[in-house]
């Protein structure tokens, strides 16, 4: 195994990664945090930095040529992230801060406002807390029951106990990760549409980890609602997508007033903007949002099948390699898993594992992960977790398993 795959230039990717070139305490820097947020290429940077250097102004609203073309270069990125997904149209791309936001405003305006006292709204074991917390206090203020669909013992979703959840028909949304930032593991996104619909429930796919592995086709999957966040796809922080049909979009009212989201105000009423817009209150991230339009196409350029198979050569190696070391434990067997590797290992806790490593310029995560549910079903209060990227090559994998080695010996 080498470390450019076909037609895949390691080399020249990572040179576009100006952050990657530098050392931690004389050691090369060895990145393998992406799942928490990725390093931003030279066509991000330059984006934002030219938009802020030569033609900021705000946008929508502004006659001047600035503010036009300011307003061409932000909602080009609608164009982008529609394009990406296979939405049927760009009204459908609604600007959000992140994903965590993107659930909020699903919960509040579609939970609140589509959603009856009485139903339920499934979500699994698997969740990031961004994916529990709003459907918690949708069910406290609004009456909905929250239901949770268990995994197995090797971080795949039961099916059969999914089903059963949806046999009375009462539940109205089913809000699941499309790949969980823990274990790695893709749900049967396509199996748990088909079966949400045929129960009469919609769907919403968290794709935070997903979309930055695999190219995702929300008509090819069925999907009612997809949202991601663009910090990890190699974009800037402060913006993310929410995607829902149209139609329930348009069903569905305001979740924050404001600047912008209004067609018109008065002080007995106010009128609502059409779809996306009534969803985005006030100034948005404007170069921000410009700056995720040059990671789409940054990703588009490079191609998801050569990204797949890159990852999932990375994976299979790190799996290999790291199971191989005496004392380390995997966690998650997920027969269908992306970059995303937790572990634990013996005598050391993950908080030690990763300082240890950050000493030789490795850059791990470490703690509950933001799923301290999914933690507890699986015994564990935290694991030190590996999470590959675009850029990571085979020789940082051999480099981490090789110092995890020497961790366990020093445990031992």
Known sequence: MTDALPRFDIASIRDEFPILSQTVRGKPLIYLDSGASAQKPRAVIAAMVATMETQYANIHRGLHWMSERTTDAYEATREAAARLLNARDRSEIVFVRNTTEGINLLANSYGRGVLKAGQAVVISQMEHHSNIVPWQMLRDAHGIELRIAPI???????????????????????????????????????????????????????????????????????????????????????????????????????????????????YERSTWAEVPHKFEAGTPAIIEGIGLRAAIEFVEAIGYDRIAAHEAALTEHALAKMSAIEGITIIGRAQDRGGVISFTLDRAHA??????????????????????????????????????????????????????????????
């Open 152 to 266: 197995s013992d090797d971080g795949e979703l039961d099916m059969a106990a999914y089903e059963r959840l949806l046999e009375d028909r009462k539940v109205g949304l089913v809000a699941i990760t499309h790949m969980s930032n823990v274990l790695g593991s893709y749900v049967p996104a396509e199996r748990v549409i088909k079966l949400a619909h045929e129960y009469g429930a919609k769907v919403m796919l968290d794709g935070s980890q997903a979309i930055v592995h695999r190219k995702v086709d929300v008509q090819a999957l069925g999907a009612d609602f997809y949202v991601f966040t663009g910090h990890k796809l190699y974009g800037p922080t402060g913006i993310g997508v929410l995607w829902g049909r149209r139609e329930l979009l348009d069903a569905m009212p305001p979740w924050m007033g404001g600047g912008d989201m209004i067609s018109s105000v008065s």
């Open 351 to 412: 908080h030690d594992i990763a300082t240890l490593l950050d000493r030789q310029g490795i850059a791990v995560r470490a703690g509950h992960h933001c799923a301290e549910p999914l933690m507890r079903r699986l015994g564990l209060d935290s694991t030190a977790r590996a999470s590959f990227g675009v850029y990571t090559q085979i020789s940082e994998i051999d480099a981490l398993a090789e110092t995890l080695g020497k961790i366990r010996e020093f445990f031992a």
